[in-house]
């Protein structure tokens, strides 16, 4: 896992640097919140190590209970929840799966992924500040919900951002980044690191091609120019294009 590259590429998060209560990660271990120039970089620092351990900590745990963990990330509306219906609704009758999935509000997204034969654990970061991420605590709090010897894989949907949970190593071993062919050809060069630190993106929405001006080429060239080995999956959540490709990789991935 390129765990360093989360230290040397990832950006200091904004609310880092503002707000007590997004410590939370730190667990205490950092005291000061509210200080100014090079000594708030060394707190948010502390805060990210602190992360990274906690993610180490849950990574040997998966793999001592041979769960495989994935973390798909996106900005919003971009297809996470629709992607991971369809994909449930193929793997689950060979694959013992078990999904977490947070937004800052609401339970739609849990509603939405019940009944695909995977339990679904919802996180509403709301109850501690709204934070606009998933972290490495918060994932082991979640996944105390389940008995992870009963599964093979953990799905996790992160908060709808392309920014802030591309800093967070939750102890993940793979991650994915969707990208909708309604959000432009431009966004893997504005927010290079989510696509330098995931593993596969997945251009969705492909069905909605023939009503739009988008230029497949570009979008396609854009992610290469920021991760020119990553896979590309080019799908349609709602017709399953693409999907046959999309879930013989990620099998690939579980069992390789
Ligand atoms: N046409 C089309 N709509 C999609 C596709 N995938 C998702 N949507 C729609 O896009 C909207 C946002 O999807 P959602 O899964 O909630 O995105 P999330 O916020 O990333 O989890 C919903 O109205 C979906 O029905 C797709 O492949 N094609
Ligand atoms: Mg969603």
Redesign the pocket.
């Given at each position: 896992m390129p765990t360093d590259m989360y230290k040397t590429q990832r950006y200091y998060h904004h609310k880092d640097f503002q707000k007590p209560s997004h410590f939370h990660a730190g667990n205490g271990v950092v005291t000061e919140s509210k200080k100014r120039g090079s000594r708030e970089i060394k707190i948010a620092r502390k805060v990210l190590d602190v992360n990274d351990a906690m993610a180490q900590q849950n990574r040997d745990m998966f793999a001592e209970k041979g769960v495989f963990v994935i973390n798909v990330m996106?900005?919003?509306?971009?297809?996470?929840?629709?992607?991971?219906?369809k994909t449930l609704s193929h793997i689950t009758h060979e694959v013992r799966s078990a999904v977490i999935v947070g937004d800052i509000c609401t339970s739609?997204?849990a509603d939405?992924l019940s009944g695909f034969g995977a339990p679904v654990v919802q996180i509403n970061t709301d109850a501690f500040g709204g934070d606009c991420h998933l972290t490495a605590h918060v994932i082991k709090t979640a996944a105390g919900n389940f008995n992870l010897d009963e599964f093979d894989l953990l799905i996790v949907?992160n908060l709808?951002n392309l920014v802030c949970p591309a800093e967070f190593d939750m102890g993940e071993n793979l991650r994915v980044v969707?990208l909708?062919v309604t959000e432009g050809e431009d966004k893997p060069l504005k927010y290079p690191l989510m696509f330098r630190v995931c593993h596969a993106a997945l251009l969705?929405?492909?069905?909605?091609l023939p009503h739009l001006d988008y230029d497949r080429e570009t979008a396609v060239q854009n992610i290469r120019k920021v991760n020119p080995q990553m896979p590309i999956f080019e799908?349609?959540?709602?017709?399953e294009e693409g999907f046959d490709s999309w879930i013989e990789w990620l099998m690939q991935k579980l069992h390789g």
């Open positions: 996106s900005s919003p509306g971009s297809g996470k929840t629709a992607i991971l219906e739609n997204d939405r949907e709808g969707v909708s969705n929405k492909i069905d909605l799908i349609s959540a709602r017709t």
